[in-house]
T-cell receptor, first 114, second 113 residues
Framework: GAVVSQHPSRVICKSGTSVKIECRSL??????MFWYRQFPKQSLMLMAT?????????EQGVEKDKFLINHASLTLSTLTVTSAHPEDSSFYIC??????????FGPGTRLTVL | GEDVEQSLFLSVREGDSSVINCTYT??????LYWYKQEPGAGLQLLTY?????DMKQDQRLTVLLNKKDKHLSLRIADTQTGDSAIYFC?????????????FGSGTRLSIRP
């Protein structure tokens, strides 16, 4: 089946630093990738949708300058949390979708900002 | 607007059937999904159903869709300890080509001996 990986799986950083999270589709080409955020014991909230080679579309309330998304190839998307603060601590999950497929989810990245 | 609701907790005895229920608001949703999330992990797609279907069965999993009542259920037969997880119901609004997925709050399934 389709496999999506994320790197790193866990990251701890100091307040004010930037953190990059990678999302890769390992065995298929992902025309669209999605970034979600999940707070403890809560559901997934869609942050943004990105199509390869295009600017990401952000959901209402998500700061695009804070959460930079790049989808430079059909197998890689990155999410950079800029100037991270403790309130950005969360579980970030990406998903990837081919042209006609459903979304396949990555294992998630737990970000802790001290 | 789009909304998906689930009960937060369900506890069943090992070997019994688990039934997780979900209601959604967008009657024109094209796809409805069930995902499983184990602690600290991402989401695993368990099954999905097209809106023109009433039922789908896959081994121990049975999905029932009542479009009139906008009600979706997931039945897990012979529930095992490995089924302990959070189960998310999700819908894909029309026109999204299964791109945008709206998740419910998740139901935490616990298994008792």
């Amino acid at each position: 089946g389709a496999v999506v990986s994320q790197h790193p799986s866990r990251v701890i950083c100091k307040s004010g630093t930037s953190v990059k999270i990678e999302c890769r589709s390992l065995d298929f080409q992902a025309t669209t990738m999605f970034w979600y955020r999940q707070f403890p014991k809560q559901s997934l909230m869609l942050m943004a949708t990105s199509n390869e080679g295009s600017k990401a579309t952000y959901e209402q309330g998500v700061e695009k300058d804070k959460f930079l998304i790049n989808h430079a190839s059909l197998t890689l998307s990155t999410l950079t949390v800029t100037s991270a603060h403790p309130e950005d601590s969360s579980f970030y999950i990406c998903s990837a979708k081919g042209t006609y497929d459903t979304q396949y989810f990555g294992p998630g990245t737990r970000l802790t900002v001290l | 607007g789009e909304d998906v609701e689930q009960s937060l907790f369900l506890s069943v005895r090992e070997g019994d059937s688990s039934v997780i229920n979900c209601t959604y608001t967008d009657s024109s949703s094209t796809y409805l999904y069930w995902y499983k999330q184990e602690p600290g992990a991402g989401l695993q797609l368990l099954t999905y159903i097209f809106s023109n279907m009433d039922m789908k069965q896959d081994q121990r999993l049975t999905v029932l869709l009542n479009k009139k009542d906008k009600h979706l259920s997931l039945r897990i037969a012979d529930t095992q300890t490995g089924d302990s997880a959070i189960y998310f119901c999700a819908e894909s609004p029309p026109g999204s080509s299964a791109s945008k997925i709206i998740f419910g709050s998740g139901t935490r399934l616990s298994i008792r001996p």
